[in-house]
């Protein structure tokens, strides 16, 4: 499962480092998954947006079993 978290953030990746901001996966537990906005992700305002429309809806497409994706 982890593999497949990853190589989805990967795959997202590069819209978010073409705003200057990117983001780091950490865990895994229980069907959430915790990551780390970071770089201009880090403190923009739709930082929530674009974890919740973006990244979780991505990361949910590619592993079905993910409840959410949370930021630490």
């Not at 480092?17 to 770089?39: H, M, P, W, Y």
């Amino acid at each position: 499962m982890i593999e497949k978290i990853e190589k989805a953030l990967k795959e997202i990746r590069p819209s978010l480092q073409a705003d200057g901001g990117d983001v780091e996966f950490v865990s895994v537990e229980n069907g959430i998954v915790k990551v780390r906005l970071t770089g201009a992700c880090g403190g923009c305002p739709m930082s929530q947006m674009t974890l919740k429309q973006g990244i979780e809806k991505f990361v949910k497409k590619a592993v079905p079993e993910i409840l959410s994706v949370e930021a630490v």
